[in-house]
């Protein structure tokens, strides 16, 4: 039940009418070159990922977000000797 070789040449003959050599050609082109740009970017990306170990953080580093839900603000709050809200000894 698939589609035959007739079936197919009919298509693109249809096509062919539609479109015309110059503008299938130029679209072939264009895909080509697409197609090559991406395959070269995905060999740049993996050689760039083989070439840089991963990046890890010690225990005792931690980033601005990491620790609390502001985002590091307790940390600094704490410091000065109040609350990540603000206020300094109110209870």
């Not at 985002?71 to 000797?81: D, I, N, S, V």
Request: net charge negative.
């Amino acid at each position: 039940m698939g589609i035959s070789v007739w079936q197919l040449l009919i298509i693109l003959l249809i096509v062919l009418l539609l479109f015309g050599t110059k503008k299938l050609r130029n679209l072939g082109a264009d895909l080509g070159a697409s197609i090559k740009s991406f395959r070269q970017a995905v060999r740049e990306g993996e050689s760039e990922a083989e070439a840089e170990p991963p990046k890890q953080i010690a225990e005792g580093e931690k980033g601005p977000a990491e620790g609390t839900a502001e985002g590091g603000a307790g940390q600094e709050a704490a410091k000065a000797g109040g609350t990540a809200s603000g206020d300094k000894g109110q209870a």
